[in-house]
C-alpha cells in the first residue's frame, strides 16, 4: 500500500517550551549582572569573588542535598582526571568572575559584552587548534572578521581591549574543560567540585580581610551583608536554569539564546551606565555582529542538513 500524505510529510518536533524558558531565563540573569554588582561596593572585585565562590560553595552544598546528587559529587572528587580537570575548570572560571566584576565595577560593561560576543568564536578556534577539527571556509570568514574587529577597536583606542579578550577565552577554555569532563556529570555536582577548589583560598582571604578590618562583610550594614551573601544565588540559580535548557532544547536553539546576554550587557552598559561609544568601538562591534551571524547561519543550514541526511538514512534502513 502507498504511503498516505500525512506519512510522508517530515514531523517537526515541538519545541519545549520549559526548556526555552529556561535558557532565556538563565541568559538574562547573565545579562543584567552589571546592575547586580555595584550593589556590593565598597567591597572590591577580588572580596566580591571571594564571597561568591564562599557563599556559592553553601548554596551548591544544599542543592546537593536537595537534588540527591551527593554520590555525582563524590564521584567526581574521587576521579583523579575527573579532580584534576575541574580543578583547572575552577581556575578559569575565577579569572572569568574576577575580570568581569573588575570590568563592571571600573565601568567597562562595555568591554564586557564584546567578550562574550566574541566567546563563540574562540570556541571555534580552540576547536581547530586543540581538538583539530576542520573548518568549513566561511567558518574562516567568520574568524577573520573577529580578528579584523579586535584590530579595529585596538588601532582605535589605541590599546587592547584585554577586559574582553581575557572574558572570551578564559571562558572558552572553561566550556573546553566541561566538554572534556563530559556530560554525565551535572551542574550542581561540577559547581560544587568547582568551588571547594576554591574555598580554601577565597576563605583564607575573607579572613584576612577581617582581621585586619578591611573586610565589608558586616561593616555597612544587614542589608549589605545580605547582598554580599546572596551572591552564591545569583550564582548557582542561572547555571541551574542553563543546564536544564542544555539538556531540552536543541543546540542550535541554545547557540542562538546565548546572545541574550551580551546584547543585555551592551545595552546596560550603553543606555543606563551611559559608557562612551566612539566609531572605533561601533565598527568592531558591527565586525564580531557579522561574524556571529555568519557563524550562526552556517551552523543552523549544517545543522538542518544533518538531520535531513539522518532522516534521509533513517528512510533508507526502513
Known amino acids: 500500500m502507498p504511503d498516505s500524505p500525512t506519512a510522508a510529510r517530515p514531523v517537526v518536533a515541538p519545541l519545549d517550551g520549559p526548556g526555552l524558558a529556561a535558557g532565556v531565563g538563565a541568559y538574562v540573569l547573565w545579562g543584567v549582572l552589571p546592575l547586580y554588582f555595584p550593589l556590593l561596593q565598597p567591597a572590591g572585585a577580588v572580596e566580591i569573588i571571594a564571597h561568591r565562590v ?14 540527591r546528587t551527593w554520590d555525582a559529587f563524590v564521584g567526581a572528587l574521587r576521579s583523579r582526571r575527573t579532580l584534576g580537570l575541574l580543578s583547572v575548570a575552577a581556575v578559569l572560571l575565577a ?14 560593561v562595555v568591554d564586557a559584552a564584546l567578550g562574550y560576543y566574541i566567546n563563540p568564536l574562540v570556541t571555534v578556534t580552540l576547536a581547530v587548534v586543540v581538538l583539530r577539527e576542520r573548518l568549513r571556509p566561511v567558518q574562516w570568514v567568520a ?12 588601532a582605535g583606542y589605541g590599546r587592547l581591549p584585554w577586559i574582553a579578550l581575557v572574558l572570551a577565552l578564559s571562558f572558552g577554555f572553561y566550556g573546553l574543560i566541561k ?14 567540585v568547582e568551588t571547594l ?6 576563605l583564607g582571604y575573607l579572613l584576612w580581610m577581617g582581621a585586619v578590618g578591611d573586610g565589608a562583610f558586616g561593616a555597612h550594614g544587614t542589608a549589605h551583608a545580605l547582598v554580599l551573601a546572596s551572591s552564591g544565588v545569583v550564582t548557582a540559580i542561572p547555571l541551574l536554569l542553563f543546564n536544564s535548557a542544555a539538556r531540552r532544547l536543541p543546540l542550535s536553539m541554545l547557540g542562538l539564546l546565548q546572545y541574550i546576554a551580551p546584547t543585555l550587557q551592551l545595552l546596560i552598559g550603553v543606555l543606563v551606565l551611559h559608557e562612551q561609544m566612539p566609531a572605533a568601538r561601533w565598527w568592531g562591534f558591527a565586525l564580531v555582529w557579522t561574524a556571529l551571524a555568519i557563524l550562526t547561519v552556517d551552523g543552523v543550514r549544517t545543522s538542518h542538513a544533518q538531520r535531513l541526511d539522518r532522516r534521509a538514512a533513517s528512510l533508507n534502513a526502513g
Open 197 to 202: 577548589v576554591l574555598a580554601p583560598l577565597a
Open 95 to 108: 579569572v572569568n568572575w574576577l575580570v568581569f566584576v573588575f570590568g563592571i565595577l571600573t565601568d567597562r
Open 179 to 192: 566538554n572534556r569532563v563530559g556530560r554525565n556529570l551535572g551542574a550542581v555536582p561540577g559547581l560544587t
Open 143 to 154: 574568524l577573520g572578521c573577529g580578528a579584523a574587529a579586535v584590530v579595529v577597536i585596538t
Open 54 to 67: 564562599v557563599w556559592s560553595l553553601l548554596f551548591c552544598v544544599v542543592l546537593l542535598l536537595a537534588t
